[in-house]
Nanobody, 114 residues
Framework: VQLQASGGGLVQAGGSLRLSCAAS????????MAWYRQAPGKERELVAR???????DVVDSVKGRFTISRDNAKKTVYLQMYSLKPEDTAVYYC?????????WGQGTLVTVSS
């Protein structure tokens, strides 16, 4: 399974970005997906997740600002980010867990300037 993340970049506080993660697996629609992030000097943390049938959950720190979605036909999961804050600066990783094995994308850097 390969995951290819894209969409990161430099944005001013209050701006928006949309991250994409394309999966290589033909069984994409069967599994839940997630976005994690890792800020400099910090541990990787869960940001949002979406089930195989579209149920979503986001952590409190991004609630109301970030939305996760998926397009099973395109085998892609998205993270729409609004009202970005400097503390959102991190490398963002997409994730899928298949048969107790975690697969990670290569990460995409989001930098939010104040």
């Amino acid at each position: 399974v390969q995951l290819q993340a894209s969409g990161g970049g430099l944005v001013q506080a209050g701006g928006s970005l949309r991250l994409s993660c394309a999966a290589s697996t033909s069984i994409f629609s069967t599994y839940g997906m997630a976005w994690y992030r890792q800020a400099p000097g910090k541990e990787r943390e869960l940001v949002a997740r979406i089930s195989s049938v579209g149920g979503t959950d986001v952590v409190d720190s991004v609630k109301g600002r970030f939305t996760i979605s998926r397009d099973n036909a395109k085998k892609t999961v998205y993270l729409q980010m609004y009202s970005l804050k400097p503390e959102d600066t991190a490398v963002y990783y997409c994730n899928v867990r298949i048969r107790q094995i975690n697969y990670w994308g290569q990460g995409t850097l989001v930098t939010v300037s104040s």
